[in-house]
């Protein structure tokens, strides 16, 4: 049986604009910002703004309108960073990894042979966070 959406979580209130985000897009259907532990530069986030856990009870229609934003910031970051290449990244569940229950897809340019970091590791500062947002927006605008 798959949990019910709790709209208190930290995602939700991103959207809602209670916390506050370093945002590179938005759309009518999604939000995209910079993961505050990223695992590697430039890690960003894209979620819908239609409220699910993740994929297990997401509405199908969802997805189009997701994925065609985790598209455009993938381009954008391997723009962005100069970067050989994109990881994306979907947990699903506790065991999966997941640790925030609003769908969300993981962007992260890579760099050959850089590792990525662990996952919810460490804090960036945020001047990092937000200079490394201009260069997305940047990207995403050019
Ligand atoms: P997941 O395990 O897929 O649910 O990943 C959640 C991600 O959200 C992790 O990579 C965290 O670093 C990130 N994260 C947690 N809190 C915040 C926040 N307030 N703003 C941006 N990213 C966050």
Redesign the pocket.
Known sequence: MVEAYDPGN??AK?LRGE?P?HRVYEDDAVVA???????GMG?T?VMPKAPSRNILDADPATFGPLFAVVQKVAVAVKKAFDADGVTL???NESAS?????HL?V?VVPRFEGVPLKP???QMEKPEVLAENADKIRAALAS
């Open positions: 930290i995602f991103i916390i985000s910002f910079m993961d505050v532990m990223p695992q890690h986030l990244m979907q947990f990894g997941q640790t925030v229950y969300h993981h996952h919810s590791g």
